[in-house]
């Protein structure tokens, strides 16, 4: 029996990279317009981020967001896909996948820069030379 293998667990459909970036949002509801949380990004993909925040919020939130990364302000609408919480320095702290909803085509071509230029960075192993 020949079998195929599929393609590994660990490629993903869009790129991604670890990245700590400036991020703005807000939670969109109908009632009233809700204020600006400032946090990071943790891992900035082709199709979301994840940020960590002390904000509780459920999966199918939506968010309208800011990324800042140089003079660039990127934004963008997205919704909590998946959530993860865990107590970091005595503090509770959530984690959230945040897929994009809406966001333009520029945006979208300006984080695939951003991926690109952080994926073309050398390792830094902390080793130094002789």
Same mark, same amino acid.
């Given at each position: 029996m020949n079998l195929r293998q599929g393609p590994l667990i660990s490629e993903r459909r869009y790129p991604r990279v670890? %990245? *700590?970036l400036p991020l703005l949002f807000r939670v969109l509801l109908p009632?009233? *317009?809700? *204020?600006?949380i400032s946090t990071e990004t943790k891992i900035l993909g082709g199709g979301? =981020?994840?940020v960590t925040s002390t904000l509780s919020l459920p999966v199918g939130t939506f968010l309208h967001?800011?990324?800042k990364y140089y003079a660039r302000v990127i934004e963008f609408t997205g *919704? =909590?896909?998946w959530t993860e919480n865990g107590v970091v320095d005595g503090i509770l702290q959530n984690r959230y996948g945040i897929s994009f909803t809406q966001i333009s085509q520029d945006s979208l071509l300006a984080i695939h820069d951003i991926i690109d230029q952080f994926k073309r960075r050398? =390792? %830094?192993t902390g080793l130094k030379r002789a």
């Open positions: 670890d %990245q *700590e009632e009233k *317009e809700k *204020e600006w979301g =981020i994840s967001a800011k990324l *919704e =909590i896909v050398p =390792i %830094q």
